[in-house]
């Protein structure tokens, strides 16, 4: 990659950066703000909790958290004073909702459509507007549970008032889980692009993408537990399919992470977990798209695959951390996260809790922040130094003074070429020589004479880098070797063009460079009479000289000063 390329692959990973730390400063004020100010948003006696005095047809008090099989529940609506809503949310069920025997709506029908291979519409919000004429009405909604006994099935979060408040109150209780998971998948951005940005400088960074790809699936996962995309958008099927898929491919990038730590040489367990992963994953998907058994039935898979990756995680954690001499506070992180984890599931399978990722998601991004902080540290001593390493090999290699490759580079090339020289026939290798630089130097200073020496650079560039390397190989020499075979004709006509700048910088007038250029030139080409590339360069060479001869005759009739 040369420094043109350089500058515009950085200019556009800083633009990326910009963007990217727009984004999190956006994201970090929308959960300062929705945790502390957005109280004062929400509108609590616009709406009153209904969620009790709800029985079965036989009177019997019902249980809306543990709704199982075919059932209905029933109440009886109050005086309403104003025209009003019903809100509720509902997990894992079809609602069908009557108004005086009345069907008002059936949602396991409406929603059948968008379904995504699930038994019903996962978690979604129902919002039945009641007017002041449905007072003393009652109210039955038939419930059927296509998962038989599984008690994580229920109503909740159900109100009677305003639907705006009510939504409004919901939302501003969801944000900052929503807004903390959106801050934890930039973050995961972030370190995937630098594990792009600095790849060329530590060709182990495996460990920087693993975190950031852990972060990005988690933070996924995270959001769309939030539930809060389900309230906004709807779509709750593909969300819910989003959720589960995202949920088994957790593990594996933080195993990864953990394991290239360790710098671990066994394959067994890398292939253990990625080759569960992967036929957890397959036997899910295969079995919900063919109607066997959709994810939701299949939840347990993603929890022993997570289980599974964790455990050899924990392992991989802890022979990093007592390499570490047990400083390393990551594997006290993970910990951290695992417990965090644990809590979450028995949160969900107490279903004390409706969103899934709580504990977890500020424990990801408490841990995720830190050990990216402690890697990149690591990265960027280790880019230091490199970039020190290319700026020396740079300078060794390349003319401070006109941005050329120097003779260390020109020799090194030639004994390349000179190792399979069959590969380079036709190559042409052009040598140019700037006459009069003595007589500048001399009567107008040395500064004049490398003014003149970066000028000819240029015009040589101008004409000659497009088919070739650049070199300046001695005080007032250059040379360029093309990187394709080159005919007599387009060599000629290269040739022609260089000749005609040259003329016509000469006949302009420039008070700044009160000097003319002339410049010797000759040339041959790899496989011709000379048995090697160096050989190829001596007789161009020698060619140029001439040329450089017949110069001076030229300049003796003109200025006999310049001739020297």
Not at 1 to 26: C, G, N, P, Q, W
Not at 44 to 70: I, Q, V
Request: with cysteine; charged share 20%.
């Amino acid at each position: 990659m040369d420094k043109t390329e350089k500058r515009k692959h950085f200019s556009i990973m800083k633009i990326l950066y910009i963007v990217y730390l727009f984004l999190l400063a956006v994201t970090v004020a929308a959960v300062v703000f929705s945790a502390t100010a957005g109280k004062s948003y929400t509108e609590p006696e616009r709406y009153l909790p209904y969620d009790s005095g709800w029985t079965d047809e036989s009177g019997t008090p019902a249980d809306l958290e543990k709704l199982t099989g075919t059932t209905a529940i029933v109440k009886r609506l109050p005086v309403i004073e104003q025209d009003c809503e019903l809100f509720f949310r509902v997990k894992n069920l079809n609602v069908a909702v009557y108004k005086d025997n009345i069907l008002y709506k059936d949602y396991g029908e409406a929603y059948s459509s968008m379904n995504a291979g699930y038994k019903c519409p996962g978690t979604y919000f129902v919002m039945i507007p009641l007017y002041r004429e449905d007072s003393g009405s009652e109210l039955r909604i038939t419930i059927e549970n296509p998962y038989q006994n599984d008690s994580s099935c229920n109503i909740k979060s159900m109100y009677l008032g305003q639907g705006y408040a009510i939504i409004r109150a919901k939302v501003f209780e969801m944000l900052p889980g929503f807004c903390t998971s959106v801050l934890i998948i930039l973050i995961g951005g972030i370190l995937g692009l630098l594990s792009v940005t600095l790849k060329k400088y530590n060709r182990s960074n495996s460990s920087l993408l693993s975190l950031g790809l852990f972060a990005f699936v988690i933070g996924i996962w995270s959001a769309t537990e939030t539930k809060l995309l389900h309230l906004l958008i709807g779509y709750t099927s593909i969300i819910h399919l989003v959720t589960s898929l995202s949920l088994i491919l957790i593990a594996v990038p933080i195993f990864l992470f953990f394991r290239a730590r360790k710098e671990a040489t066994d394959k067994i367990s890398a292939i253990l977990v990625s080759v569960l992963t992967v036929i957890g994953f397959l036997i899910s998907v295969i079995m919900h798209f063919t109607g066997i058994r959709d994810l939701h039935e299949n939840i347990t898979i993603a929890h022993i695959v997570i289980i599974t990756g964790c455990l050899f995680t924990l392992y991989y954690a802890f022979q990093a951390f007592r390499k570490s001499h047990f400083r390393d506070f990551a594997f006290w992180g993970l910990l951290i996260i695992a417990v965090f984890s644990i809590v979450d599931i028995v949160l969900y399978y107490k279903q004390i809790t409706t969103d899934n990722s709580t504990f977890v998601r500020f424990g990801v991004l408490g841990y995720v922040t830190l050990l990216a902080a402690q890697l990149l540290e690591g990265y960027v001593r280790t880019y230091s130094e490199n970039v020190k390493a290319d700026m020396l090999l740079q300078m060794a290699y390349s003319d401070v003074l006109t941005g050329f490759y120097n003779r260390n580079s020109f020799i090194s090339d030639i004994k390349e070429i000179d190792r399979s020289l069959g590969g380079h026939k036709g190559r042409a290798v052009l040598v140019f020589d700037l006459n009069c630089l003595k007589y500048i130097n001399d009567t107008m200073g040395h500064t004049m004479g490398d003014t003149a020496l970066k000028e000819a650079a240029g015009y040589i560039k101008q004409s000659f880098s497009s088919i070739g390397k650049c070199y300046r190989i001695g005080g007032d020499e250059y040379t360029v070797i093309s990187d394709k075979a080159l005919s007599e004709p387009e060599l000629d006509g290269l040739y022609q063009g260089f000749q005609a700048h040259i003329l016509n910088r000469n006949n302009a007038p420039h008070d700044d460079r009160p000097y003319p250029l002339y410049i010797a030139f000759g040339y041959d080409v790899i496989g011709g009479s000379a048995e090697s590339a160096m050989d190829t360069f001596n007789s161009a060479d020698a060619k140029m000289y001439e040329n450089k001869q017949k110069l001076k005759e030229i300049l003796k009739s003109e200025n006999a000063a310049y001739v020297r």
